[in-house]
């Protein structure tokens, strides 16, 4: 049972490195997708996993026991290695629960602070402009979705370079990228091996916007120019929006840049990777169903309602 509980634990530590690889390999929106369902799924399984591991310490304790109506003895591994196992999983549970309220705090203050920025404004149909001297544009969720950009970063942008930054933003709220986001946010908070693959996540959704700009301008080259000067406008510049607010100055801007301006991505060993990945999902899926059957099976044992 210890044995299969440890897996959920240790499969986030590949999905980092496979997770760039998606990406590299992997059309934008399928790596997204992919990459995003993994660490959910991953993140939810080392939670189960820790949760078992500290049910098992507690049932250890006699008082627990008898209020767990246990009249055997549950017989897990030795104490040596269940009691530190339990102790453990109680304060990895503690700090993943404290840091996940705090930033579910802080970013729903800083979303309530966009949206009322942006419901002070007039907006024209889905575009609303903020007069500020910060270079900034992003695309604010909620009903409706709006567009958000300042009158710095218009400045700094040429016509043509507007529509393509424009087309970005509406790429992202139609793609309803905000909840890739945060579904990358909560899985970053459950498991430390995770907190690498947001940034994958954003950059993921950064390139499917990328590619629905160019797809909708017209033009790869302009939409990388407008990306970058975006970027270099709004460097140094301080934001408060959300972390699962996307913008277009978002993620490795260079990066981005070079993908517009080679040609499309052909996937190469593609299905080798989406293979690893659904792997790894499902490895960790059945060794936590495996690991919680066992642990109740052990557990209707204690009470007595089945034979060894």
Known sequence: MTALLLLPLLLPLALPALARRALGRLAPVAALWAVTVCAVVLAGCSLAALGSFMLIGLLKVPLFAAVGELIHPLRTASDLVVLPAAATSVGALAVCGWTLVRSVLRQTRAFRAAQAEAGRRPAAGDLCVVDSPRPDAYALPG????????????????????????AHERAHNDGRHHYFLAAAELAAHCHPALRPVRD??????????????AASV???????????????????????????VPAATAGPVPQRVQALLAAPLVPRAGRAIAALLLACTALSCAASVAGLADFHHRVEIAQGDEAP
């Open 143 to 166: 009903r409706p979705h709006r567009i958000v950009v300042t009158t710095a970063m218009l400045r700094s942008l040429d016509g043509s370079e507007r529509e393509a930054l424009f």
């Open 200 to 213: 994958t996540i954003r950059l993921a959704a950064e390139r499917v916007a990328d590619e629905a700009a």
């Open 218 to 244: 017209g033009d790869r080259r302009l939409t990388a120019r407008a990306i970058a000067r975006a970027a270099l406008a709004g460097q140094g510049a301080h934001t408060e929006r959300p972390g699962f």
